[in-house]
């Protein structure tokens, strides 16, 4: 019994810290609409603030906490909430990726300006009076300082939420954005008020949780997954309920590292267990299964089954290229531009066609390279259809609860589903099932051998960045089918509209499971196409936070169209360690390019792709710039091959002259665009065909025009 309370008044003393942190996640979502995914990347932030103002610089314990919660937040806040601002009139994809390039740019500072291989530690509040006895359990004052600010948290926000005007402007913002407007009340107000009350609840939560774990920015940030759970108990909108289900997640927490049996596989059960809470949770949330869609949504541009095919011919000499110019330390460091670039187009079907917002597709990569080492430890090719088929039933198994949840619920659900991977499943000794052995990152890391062609088994990083250019290339091909096909057509019905989807007689539930499956089943073939480049693997490389960029770039890049593939691969690769090649001292700041991209996205919500392919089109149809720049190429290309030239000078040579003649392709085509048009192209679109004959090229045009591309 001694024991059931110990373990209760730590569960209590930590459900308390989750309250907190929970209760300002809901102030901010529920009066902004936005899911913020930085909460726990802005209450780390404000750990190791404190940190660094105690320990640091030795300032008063009172004066750190002033600052930090006082001074610091706020204006925290405010910024957060002016980045913010830009993306809330777009769709739920595109505002939930400004707060993950938030929660990557923090975690990514905090390792930044905190050495992550210096130990550091915070010590509890009045450690050294004395602690309060109840029976033969122990009760610290700093367990009692939590649960007293947590009881304060509840009856502070009760009063201002009902008993002040700007809790009533703040509800009013809620319920009806416009008309409270109308009626005096400033919109704008209550959202840097929410954004204010709820990044000092995250900093406080932070604070107080800090002494009680590792000083590991991305721990710390993490641990918001519990407060995830606990706000979901609420249903992201009632706090007395978030409060009770921080005590359900907390106490569920120390009673299992209390009482669950020790041996090999369940360490990592308990660390996953708030990720699991949140899962069942998601799971028996009552949630509207059909509704409309009010907010804007992103382009999918329709591509041609030929321009896909010269993209992905393009892809591959583009990998051949690299392959012949690069050397052995550039081949490793650049290889995965094509084999993330798979990753990434995974999202195009889920994300971009379907409108399913999903932050595991990497686990599912970690699954296909998993598969495939243990499976095609020879080569076999016939593997990789196994491993695409494994993926594919993983990716069908997380779409059964998704059937449920749509939106920023679904994203947690993946969420979820990739912290239970990386804490428990792929930490996993070998175990055996039904007969069956499972294995799966057997001494922390697995090894990777390249496939077996008709006898030809590409093993150098050369042979391995082609094998995965085609690859890349093949899969572009499909997507674009995909596109074209019915099934396409149906999943963007469904985007657009699942009521209306619905009602005409769709079937959400098969589009869905076959939709996350066919994704899936990508993704589990580039990681697989990523862990032979790499030749052997650690679950460190697929987990939640290493996905997160991917997400990043590729909604940056533009999620609805084909060429999102190869952008992403190369944004990812490319500029970022281009930059640390050229300049070492830029490390850390290129490890906050993907953030800032994420951030910026607000200005662009299209992506990069819709504009790069409108500014480089006219180079493509040019009859002079084009071959220019091909003969240009293949010139500097021999040179470099008869070792003339070495391979960083090709490939910038080339780059500045495709530029150029980039740049003055496009300005020809913006003449000839601005120049008098004959009679027959001004013709109006709908009388096509009965005043001027219809031409085969007009089918191009008005399926474009039809698809907003």
């Known amino acids: ?146 649960m007293l600010v947590a009881v304060a948290v509840a009856i502070g926000l009760r009063i201002l939420l009902f008993n002040t005007r700007t809790g009533a402007e703040m509800r009013a913002t809620v319920d009806d954005r416009a008309l409270a407007g109308m009626n005096g009340a400033d ?16 900093a406080l939560g932070g604070i107080l949780i800090a002494p009680k774990v590792s000083m590991d920015a991305q721990q710390l940030a993490l641990l918001i997954v519990s407060a995830y759970a606990a706000a979901v108990f609420g249903r992201m909108k009632s706090l007395p309920m978030t409060f009770f289900g921080a005590i359900v997640v907390g106490c569920t927490e120390s009673y299992l590292q209390g009482y669950l049996p020790q041996n090999e596989y369940l360490p990592g059960l308990r660390l996953a267990a708030p990720a699991i809470l949140l899962l069942l949770v998601l799971l028996l949330f009552p949630h509207n299964r059909l509704k409309g869609k009010g907010e804007r949504l992103g382009k999918v541009p329709l591509p041609s089954m030929v321009g896909t095919m010269y993209f992905a011919l393009g892809t591959i000499i583009f990998g051949v290229i690299l392959a012949t110019v690069l050397n052995e330390a550039s081949l490793i460091t650049y290889g995965p531009i094509f084999s993330l670039g798979i990753v990434a187009l995974s999202y195009v079907p889920l994300a971009g066609f379907a409108g399913q917002i999903s932050l595991c597709q990497l686990s599912f990569a970690g699954i296909g390279a998993v598969v495939w080492a243990h499976v095609g430890d020879s080569g076999q090719v016939w593997a990789l259809l196994v491993v695409m088929a494994v993926s594919a039933v993983v990716g069908a198994i997380v779409a059964l609860p998704a059937l449920r949840l749509s939106g920023v619920y679904l994203a947690l659900g ?82 657009d509209s699942e009521a209306a989807y619905a009602t005409l007689g769709g079937n959400l539930l098969i589009s869905r499971v076959l939709v996350f499956a066919f994704s899936a089943g990508i993704a589990g073939l580039g990681g697989a196409v990523y862990g032979m480049q790499q030749r052997s693997v650690t679950p460190e490389q697929f987990n939640l936070v290493a996905g997160l960029p991917l997400f990043l770039i590729a909604v940056v890049a533009g999620l609805g169209s084909v060429g999102t593939g190869f952008a992403s691969g190369f944004m990812l690769t490319g500029p970022i360690f281009a930059m640390q090649s ?66 960083w000078t090709f490939l910038f040579g080339a780059l500045v002259i495709c530029m150029i003649l980039q740049r003055w392709a496009l300005n020809r085509a913006n003449a000839a665009a601005a120049a008098p048009k004959s009679p027959e192209d001004l013709i109006p679109v709908e009388w096509w065909g009965i005043k001027r004959p219809f031409r085969e090229e007009d089918k191009e045009v008005l399926a474009r025009g039809i698809a907003g591309s």
């Open 1 to 146: 019994m001694d024991q059931f309370i110990t373990f209760g008044i730590v569960g209590l003393s930590t459900a308390a810290i989750y309250a907190i942190i929970g209760s300002g996640l809901v102030l901010t979502y529920t009066t902004t609409g936005v899911f913020n995914f930085a909460h726990g990347g802005a209450g780390m932030l404000a750990a190791f603030m404190y940190w660094q103002l105690t320990k640091g610089w030795g300032m008063p314990v009172w004066l750190a906490l002033v600052i930090c919660l006082l001074v610091l937040a706020p204006l925290f806040g405010l910024l957060v909430e002016l980045i913010v601002r830009p993306v809330a009139r777009l769709g739920e994809a595109e505002r939930l990726v400004v707060t993950v390039a938030l929660l990557s740019g923090f975690i990514a500072s905090a390792r930044w300006i905190w050495n992550p291989n210096l130990p550091r530690s915070l010590d509890e509040f009045f450690r050294n009076t004395k602690a309060v006895h109840i029976g033969s359990a122990t009760l610290t004052w700093h367990q009692i300082i939590t």
């Open 187 to 202: 919109p704008v107000r209550a959202n840097k008020i929410a954004w204010i009350l709820g990044t000092q609840l995250a």
């Open 414 to 495: 993946t969420v979820a589903f990739a912290f239970i991977l990386d804490r428990w499943i792929f930490t996993l000794p070998n175990f055996e099932l039904f007969g069956i052995n499972f294995a799966f990152f057997e001494q922390g890391s697995v090894e990777v051998v390249g496939p077996d062609i008709f006898g030809y088994q590409p093993d150098s990083s050369k042979e391995m960045m082609i094998l995965a250019a085609i690859v890349l290339g093949l899969a572009t091909i499909g997507i674009a089918a995909l596109r074209r096909s019915r099934f396409g057509r149906r999943l963007i019905a469904s985007r």
């Open 582 to 647: 050229l300049a070492h001292w830029t490390h850390n700041l290129a490890a906050l390019l993907p953030g800032l991209a994420g951030v910026g996205m607000g200005s662009n919500p299209d992506g990069v792709n819709t504009h790069f392919r409108n500014d480089w089109t006219p180079l493509l149809r040019s009859p002079i710039a084009l071959p220019g720049a091909l003969v240009t190429i293949a010139a500097g290309w021999l040179l470099k091959l008869n070792d003339v030239i070495n391979g």
